[in-house]
């Protein structure tokens, strides 16, 4: 259901790339619609979920079934009073609010307006996307996985389709998108309660801030806010430093994000989803030996599928953005410059999706402050080198500035990845690093021969412009499909096996 989702969010971002160009339109958008994403992370599927599974898996475990429906009343009534509050503030603070984020669109006054206007019609999806996001964690305790993961299909649905026939109707043709993201906050909702209906968990909110379970959850979700919120604080600098660089900068960055993302939520996301109520009841029911051997599973699953990710991302970067979004008005230079984006990207993703795995570590035992802790430094030292490595490459007049923010960004998420990995092993949370050498070596020559494979097929760069969408997809298959059976036939041949990667 992930990959579906993810599929269609690739579909969405070609239909966003076809209409309307990789400039200042599309940089307010983008902008704009960051923002209530940014906030979406943190309640949605970040702090909140990090902090109301394991406390509602505790409740299912050791409370009454009454008890536990009137946790999640409690929880619906307060949450959503909460963010209803914030979503009116969003939408007469608008203005304030790009300042703060986008200060480079300050002396461009059309675009500081219309990124103005359409935050005012997207930040009211925070409202309706965490109250789906709080839905998707009920589901998710109690085993149901596929309803919340098909969920964020209605949004890249909903914003193709106002993009196609809407945004022909309007003034500005851009704004169909935020009308659209609008509208998928709705319908993802909307989506979410019948089956939660048919468990006889619809939630019937009610205040309740003093309840003693939603009291934990605050208790948690205060220190993890600034854990989940630090990849999402960095991205937002990013958009920041980016809005003073040559126009196009936020659009290429973004780009190069959302192909980033697909392999990030396709197996990252969907296996930290996984993961968090396996170990939040290995850690209330079943004892440390099956946290362990968990939480060993995932990190070793993540492996497998991050590290031929990040390969064949890099070598292919340009053909792949060239294949989906060179149409229109998105033009060579764009696929050029977002290419450098996913290049830089793409070599933390290993990192992003342990940090995913490894935070699951913490969290599922109701320790948030140690990932947030690790969180901060971690976000202090991309802010760093966000303006050390751009002031650099603005002095020697490199040609794409915009890249070493992405490049900071993936060099602090190692060093995430590598402190939250430290201090699980401080704990014997996990056992010893030893384990992972020989896992690790086999995967490293899997991928070398893969890599191989991708140079020996593909083409000259420069005639991939010339080609027809579909010629263009026939020689990209041609090239990942050898290559991915390569890399399993040769994981086959160093010993792995299906047993490997069932838990």
Known sequence: MTFLSRLLGLARDIVIARFFSAGDEADAFFVAFKIPNFLRRLFAEGAFSLAFVPVLTEYRNQFTPTETRDLIDRVAGTLGAILLGLSLIGIVASPAVISIVAAGFIDQPGKFQLTSDMLRITFPYILFISMTGMAAGILNTWKHFAVPAFTPV??????????????????????????????????????????????????????????????????????????????????????????????????????????????????????????????????????????????????????????????????????????????????????????????????????????????????????????????????????????????????????????????????SAYFNALMLAMKLRQGDIIESFSEYGMPLLRILMACCAMAALIFLLMPDIEVWSHWQWFERTYHLAQIIVPACLCYLIMLWILGFRRNHFVL
């Not at 605050?218 to 919120?229: D, R, W």
């Not at 396996?278 to 995932?298: D, P, R």
């Not at 342990?354 to 901060?376: C, E, H, M, S, W």
């Open 154 to 411: 209605l949004l890249n649905v909903s914003m193709i389709s106002c993009a196609v026939w809407l945004s022909p109707l309007l003034d500005a043709p851009i704004t169909a998108l935020a009308w659209g993201v609008l509208i998928a906050g709705i319908l993802q909702l909307s989506f979410q309660l019948p089956f939660l209906y048919r468990e006889g968990l619809l939630p019937r909110p009610k205040w309740g801030w003093r309840h003693p379970g939603v009291q934990k959850i605050i208790k948690l979700m205060v220190p993890a806010l600034f854990g989940s919120s630090v990849a999402q604080i960095n991205l937002l600098f990013d958009t920041f430093i980016a809005s003073f660089l040559v126009s196009g900068s936020v659009a290429w960055l973004y780009y190069a994000d959302r192909l980033l993302e697909f392999p990030l939520g396709v197996f990252g996301i969907a296996l930290a989803t996984v993961v968090l109520p396996n170990l939040s009841e290995a850690h209330f029911k079943k004892g440390s030996i099956h946290f362990n051997k968990t939480l060993q599973w995932a990190i070793q699953l993540s492996l497998v599928i991050a590290l031929p990710a990040t390969i064949g991302l890099f070598l292919l970067a340009q053909p792949i953005l060239c294949t989906l979004f060179q149409y229109g008005a998105f033009e060579s230079s764009d696929s050029l410059m977002s290419a450098y984006s996913l290049m830089a990207y793409c070599l933390g993703l290993p990192a992003f999706i342990l940090i995913k795995i490894l935070a699951n570590g913490f969290y599922a035992r109701q320790d948030t402050k140690t990932p947030v802790r690790i969180g901060i430094q971690s976000m202090m030292l991309n802010m760093l080198m966000n303006v050390v490595f751009v002031v650099t490459m603005l002095q020697n007049d490199f040609i794409a500035p915009h890249v070493g923010l992405a490049l900071a960004t993936s060099t």
